[in-house]
């Protein structure tokens, strides 16, 4: 059974940084990307990062360009997401997602546009004016 688990949210004040971390089990992890999105309250899914977890292809929103920072540990199977210079509009629910590979737009960013496999139960964070 494919499992995701995030983990590392919580309450931060603006220009803070949180650690969020994505556990996988349950598949090859090598055989697929992984991939981060949020939810905020009233508004739609909003693609945040992703990575190649076999060809180390990385991809930001122009969102989070800069401030953001995506990785993986493969001995781990887990995916990190560092978070830097947090703003209150990054406050939402943020999941990870398996992807067939990390999709970009033709200006290297990262492409909403595929569908996800599996993905977790999301890991709250809040960040506070």
């Known amino acids: 059974e494919v499992q995701l688990v995030e983990s590392g949210g919580g309450l931060v004040q603006a220009g803070g940084s949180l650690r969020l971390s994505c556990a996988a089990s349950?598949?090859?992890?090598?055989?697929?990307?992984i991939g981060w999105f949020r939810q905020a309250p009233g508004k739609e899914r909003e693609g945040v990062s992703c990575?190649?977890?076999?060809?180390?292809?990385?991809a930001y929103a122009d969102s989070v360009k800069g401030r953001f920072t995506i990785s993986s540990d493969n001995a781990k199977n887990t995916v990190y997401l560092q978070m830097n210079s947090l703003k209150p509009e990054d406050t939402a629910v943020y999941y990870c997602?398996?992807?067939?590979?990390?999709?970009?737009?033709?200006?290297?960013?990262?492409?909403?546009?595929?569908?996800?496999?599996?993905w977790g139960q999301g890991t709250q964070v809040t960040v506070s004016s």
């Open positions: 997602a398996t992807l067939p590979y990390c999709p970009r737009d033709h200006r290297g960013s990262y492409y909403f546009g595929v569908d996800f496999g599996s």
């Open positions: 990575i190649g977890t076999s060809d180390g292809s990385i």
């Open positions: 349950g598949f090859t992890f090598d055989d697929y990307a």
